[in-house]
């Protein structure tokens, strides 16, 4: 079964940092582009990073550049986003992406509240 979870949300100051992971199952990991979406209260969700299959290249939205980092680990079948210098803009719920054999496949997410 194929099947994505994250974990590490939570709440956390602004200027403060989080790492969340994803844990993939159920297909040939290293063979995907792996993604992290975020949907914040009421708005679309929204496309954060994304990262290549060997872990060589990744693209990140503009509003997170420079301050978060998507990595990956084949061997153990991971997918990390490290989040340094969180704002308030940055609350949603986190979610990891792939697109497996032609369909979509999304976790369940994980939620990330930036507050004072």
């Known amino acids: 079964q194929v099947q994505l979870v994250e974990s590490g949300g939570g709440l956390v100051q602004p200027g403060e940092s989080l790492r969340l992971s994803c844990a993939a199952s159920g297909f040939a990991f290293d063979s995907f582009v792996m993604n992290w979406y975020r949907q914040a209260p009421g708005k679309e969700r929204e496309l954060v990073a994304w990262i290549t299959r060997s872990g060589g290249a990744a693209t990140y939205a503009d509003s997170v550049k420079g301050r978060f980092t998507i990595s990956r680990d084949n061997a153990k079948r991971t997918v990390t986003l490290q989040m340094n210098s969180l704002k308030p803009d940055d609350t949603a719920v986190y979610y990891c992406?792939?697109?497996?054999?032609?369909?979509?496949?999304w976790g369940k997410g994980t939620l990330v509240t930036v507050s004072s």
């Open positions: 992406f792939a697109v497996v054999h032609g369909r979509d496949t």
